[in-house]
């Protein structure tokens, strides 16, 4: 069984201020994570992924986020929020259940950046 | 890069009647795809999982007489609303796992409206 958590489901930040999207999950076998932004009535894009290798993991647009097992958190994090980041923000777990692939995405982290 | 087209992008359609909609990777062999649904202000929800040659995986709570899905090759994933009503209307979302790469690419969504 897995499943996503994520603290938050909408997170104000001021423009040129920190960004902290946060995100736990919980898998029974070694996870893929990812996190996804959505712009209003489009589809999914993906920001960044953590398969194996260095836990901390640079994506589009500034954003990076850092695997930390033992936390179980995969949160996102941007130095400095653009105007344009306003959107909302999935995190989502891939990971084998039942001989295939399972992704099941958290309820989302809706941001807004005030100017 | 590699791409999910979905078609059609919009579709209304009567209540009662039945709307197919097709999933396509355009560039690569997808051996699975999943069928999301999404509602206004949600995250998505995993309805099924389709893999290639074989019958699809549904989530708890989806009723797979309903919602048909054939994965009749490994570029196209179809989904079909059968005897569609006012409350299917919703933002469906296919997504596929590139075979070669292990990486997820989401489609660009199908807004369903049933009338």
């Known amino acids: 069984a897995q499943s996503v958590t994520q603290l938050g489901s909408h997170v104000s930040v001021s423009e040129g201020a920190l960004v902290l999207l946060r995100c736990n999950y919980s898998s029974s076998v070694p996870p893929y994570l990812f996190w996804y932004v959505q712009y209003p009535n489009q589809g999914l894009q993906l920001l960044l992924k953590?398969?194996?290798?260095?836990?901390l993991v640079k994506g589009i647009n500034g954003f990076e986020a850092e695997f930390k097992k033992s936390e179980t958190s995969f949160h996102l994090t941007k130095p400095s929020a653009h105007m344009s980041d306003a959107a909302e923000y999935f995190c989502a777990v891939r990971a084998y259940s039942g001989g295939y692939q399972k992704v099941t995405f958290g309820t989302g982290t809706k941001l807004q950046v005030i100017p | 890069g590699a791409v999910v087209s979905q078609h059609p992008s919009r579709v209304i359609c009567k209540s009662g009647t039945s709307v197919k909609i097709e999933c396509r990777s355009l560039?690569?062999?997808?051996?699975?795809m999943f069928w999301y649904r999404q509602f206004p202000k949600q995250s998505l929800m995993l309805m099924a999982t389709?893999?290639?040659?074989?019958?699809?995986?549904?989530e708890q709570g989806v009723e797979k007489d309903k919602f048909l899905i054939n994965h009749a090759s490994l570029t196209l994933s179809t989904l079909t609303v059968t005897s569609a009503h006012p409350e299917d209307s919703s933002f469906y979302i296919c997504?596929?796992?590139?075979?070669?790469?292990?990486?997820?690419?989401f489609g660009p969504g199908t807004r369903l409206l049933v009338l």
């Open positions: 953590y398969t194996t290798g260095a836990t």
């Open positions: 389709s893999n290639e040659g074989s019958k699809a995986t549904y």
């Open positions: 560039d690569f062999q997808a051996t699975t």
């Open positions: 997504s596929a796992i590139d075979r070669g790469s292990e990486t997820q690419y």
